[in-house]
């Protein structure tokens, strides 16, 4: 027999490494050859009431987009973007995946939007697991090679297939640090966020981390 939501909130507030929460986080981008930041990409994403789906262009198998969060703590998440700050410095060539300012929805929220854990398998043994409409759950993962290591279940990825369009009531917002939240403030330098008051919580991360 199954629990309920209430109990189900109640053992996961008992679990350190575990959260009820699933977390989207936005970076820099290049649009007509303009070069967006992570606050302007969060703005149109509230603004549009949609995150958009990534096609097979990138990580994602099959012909379906799909929308990746990932289900960590928020300490977790400071410390997955912290890691990836470090490493683009060593590395700086190194893909940008994405920065510690975004969106975070209730788990239950993006489950019945159809938002599902994704399986964690070589990509060609996950296609005869799943059926074809549902590739794009597969996340490639192979430890066969010692100097070529595929995994990514640090994220602990969820995945909603195309594009995830939210009430804005479900959101609450993430910025890395206080300048970012005041920036958020003035929407366009001038008006205030008109979002302020219909989102549901605001956080800033590094009060987190640091």
Not at 54 to 80: E, M
Not at 107 to 114: A, F, M, P, S
Not at 138 to 161: A, G, L, Q
Request: charged share 30%.
């Amino acid at each position: 027999m199954g629990y309920n939501i209430k109990k189900w909130k109640e053992r996961l507030a008992e679990r350190s490494d575990l959260s009820s929460q699933v977390i989207h986080l936005t970076k820099e981008s290049h649009f007509d050859s303009k070069k967006l930041s992570a606050i302007t990409n969060l703005k149109k994403i509230i603004s549009e009431r949609t995150i958009e789906g990534s096609d097979n262009k990138g990580f994602v198998v099959g012909t379906k987009s799909a929308v990746c969060f990932q289900d960590a703590p928020l300490y977790a998440a400071c410390q997955n973007t912290y890691f990836e700050q470090k490493y683009r410095r060593i590395n700086p060539k190194a893909k940008i995946r994405y920065s510690p300012i975004g969106i975070m929805f209730p788990k239950e929220y993006l489950y019945e939007k159809g938002g599902r854990p994704v399986l964690y398998e070589k990509t060609s043994v996950a296609k005869k697991i799943l059926p074809k409409e549902e590739w794009w759950r597969i996340v490639n993962f192979d430890m066969s090679d010692e100097d070529n290591v595929i995994d990514w279940t640090h994220e602990r990825e969820w995945r909603c297939p195309g594009d995830f369009k939210f009430d804005i009531s479900q959101a609450t917002l993430l910025f890395v640090k206080t300048s970012n939240y005041k920036s958020f403030l003035t929407w366009d330098g001038k008006q205030k966020s008109p979002v302020l008051d219909k989102v549901k919580s605001l956080v800033v991360l590094s009060d987190i981390l640091y």
